[in-house]
């Protein structure tokens, strides 16, 4: 042992603790893949509300000529609410998409993660509950008008479109859920 000596300075490696994950003997990271779930499930989610807002604003304008039933969903208070209930869940799946880019693009410097995972988990089941009652709301009234007409045809396409977003915004809430009480609980 002539070159090499210890001092007794030099703290010793940690060594990891049994419960956590390596990537060095797995090959494999479990945390970019959630991330990139929950960027496609907020990307659908911007998608089908987009959609669904939109198929209740334009109608096709020979059928609007007639005036034998209202035209607009302005004129049924149910299909208003179920149209900002979709713009306001397409602005909030549109602040996540860029929440969620810039965090993979600066490494989280937009905002902390503990917030983030509180606002999400709070916000995914408002925006759920939002979109449900809105949906429900807007099959009353389907019901209540008659088949065939413009109007019927784009608030049924809006409900199937704003329930399919509920499910979407159901997977995220999810997500946001494990990782809220990942970060709680572990």
Known sequence: MSGYTVSPAQPPLPTPSPFSYSVASTRWNSSPSI???NLYLRFLAL????????????????ETKVKKHPT???????LLYCFTANIMVFLYA????????CDIAHRGIFI????????????????GYVLVSAS???????QQMDNGNALWKAALVSVCMSFTTFLVIAASALLS???FCKRIIW
Do not use: E, N, W
């Open 112 to 127: 902390s993660d503990k917030v983030s995972d509180y606002i999400s988990f709070i916000f995914d089941h408002l925006a």
């Open 94 to 101: 549109a602040y996540q998409l860029f929440k969620g880019i």
């Open 47 to 62: 998608v089908l509300s987009f959609g669904s807002a939109l198929s209740l604003a334009v109608l096709s304008p020979t």
């Open 35 to 37: 991330h990139t779930a």
């Open 136 to 142: 429900s709301v807007a099959v009353q009234t389907i």
């Open 72 to 78: 607009s969903f302005l004129d049924y208070p149910q």
């Open 177 to 179: 859920g494990y990782k």
